[in-house]
């Protein structure tokens, strides 16, 4: 059974940088679709980053420039880089691996 274990939430200036990690229980070589979604309080979920197949990164208008999707195959894991971070970036955190998703992960962002 695939498992998800997500990693690296916490509470953040405004300004400050968080680094998520999610790591795989099996091997992510051949997973075509890796990314990460967020969800605020009385928002929808909604895709923040991705990798697709040929390694091309796919973001959010909102986080481009300053968030960093990124992909260890030797690790099984991804990682979202987050620099520059804002209040609005304030979600629970979500990554997908393929179909599978991970637990979640509170990012908060004060002023």
């Known amino acids: 059974q695939v498992q998800l274990v997500e990693s690296g939430g916490g509470l953040v200036q405004a300004g400050g940088s968080l680094r998520l990690s999610c790591a795989n229980s099996?091997?992510?070589?051949?997973?075509?679709?890796l990314a990460w979604y967020r969800q605020a309080p009385g928002k929808q979920r909604e895709l923040v980053a991705a990798?697709?197949?040929?390694?091309?990164?796919n973001y959010a208008d909102s986080v481009r420039g300053r968030f960093t999707i990124s992909r260890d195959n030797t690790k099984n894991t991804i990682a979202l880089q987050m620099n520059s971070l804002k209040p609005e970036d304030t979600a629970i955190y979500y990554c997908?691996?393929?179909?599978?998703w991970g637990q979640g992960t509170q990012v908060t962002v004060s002023s």
């Open positions: 099996g091997s992510i070589f051949s997973i075509n679709l």
């Open positions: 997908r691996i393929g179909v599978h």
């Open positions: 990798i697709i197949s040929g390694g091309q990164t």
